[in-house]
T-cell receptor, first 114, second 118 residues
Framework: KQEVTQIPAALSVPEGENLVLNCSFT??????LQWFRQDPGKGLTSLLL?????REQTSGRLNASLDKSSGRSTLYIAASQPGDSATYLC?????????????FGRGTQLTVWP | GAVVSQHPSWVICKSGTSVKIECRSL??????MFWYRQFPKQSLMLMAT?????????EQGVEKDKFLINHASLTLSTLTVTSAHPEDSSFYIC??????????????FGEGSRLTVL
């Protein structure tokens, strides 16, 4: 069974720092990997989607990389801002999963203070 | 990205009553919708998958008769928690996949519904 782990569980940094959030998964037979942002009491906002054939995706200050063979992905946040404070979740879609179910990690709770 | 709307965003009910949560895809047709449950500081756990016009597929350990799912149209899926008990209190989130999502695998999520059972 696929297991997704995110490290660290929580992170608190001053504004302006560059951050790296880590995600690892046990089964490398994935279809894609998706990073989400979740604000307290809210749903999920999709940040980046990386297909299994891709190595990285970029959107603004966010860059996500994927190393499928080692079962790892990183989310890089450049020049962090207080508005980036949220929980970041990574999720993988298993190859062969016809219904597209996602396996989620527990998330990294990020706090960026001014 | 595509917009998925959930209603209500929060609901409080008495033990033994039933509660219905709606999930709508606003700007695309959702051939498949997924219902997740999230406990505090825990990951999202898939409860069931519904395809328009057919019966939902439930994950192991999820009671079909307690969590009724209906996907009657391409833009609406509903989750009904029947005879709710305090242990059913949780955050329920739906997600949807449209035609483009079939190829990319990208899912779009609703805002979630907080259920509190007294």
């Amino acid at each position: 069974k696929q297991e997704v782990t995110q490290i660290p569980a929580a992170l608190s940094v001053p504004e302006g720092e560059n951050l790296v959030l880590n995600c690892s998964f046990t089964d490398s037979a994935i279809y894609n990997l998706q990073w989400f942002r979740q604000d307290p009491g809210k749903g999920l906002t999709s940040l980046l989607l990386i297909q299994s054939s891709q190595r990285e995706q970029t959107s603004g200050r966010l860059n996500a990389s994927l190393d499928k063979s080692s079962g790892r992905s990183t989310l890089y946040i450049a020049a962090s801002q207080p508005g980036d404070s949220a929980t970041y979740l990574c999720a993988v879609r298993q190859r062969g999963s016809t219904l597209g179910r996602l396996y989620f990690g527990r998330g990294t709770q990020l706090t960026v203070w001014p | 990205g595509a917009v998925v709307s959930q209603h209500p965003s929060w609901v409080i009910c008495k033990s033994g009553t039933s509660v219905k949560i709606e999930c709508r895809s606003l700007d695309f047709q959702a051939t498949t919708m997924f219902w997740y449950r999230q406990f505090p500081k825990q990951s999202l756990m898939l409860m069931a998958t519904s395809n328009e016009g057919s019966k939902a597929t439930y994950e192991q350990g999820v009671e079909k008769d307690k969590f009724l799912i209906n996907h009657a149209s391409l833009t609406l899926s509903t989750l009904t928690v029947t005879s709710a008990h305090p242990e059913d209190s949780s955050f329920y989130i739906c997600s949807a996949r449209g035609a483009s999502g079939v190829s990319t695998g990208e899912l779009f999520f609703g805002e979630g519904s907080r259920l509190t059972v007294l």
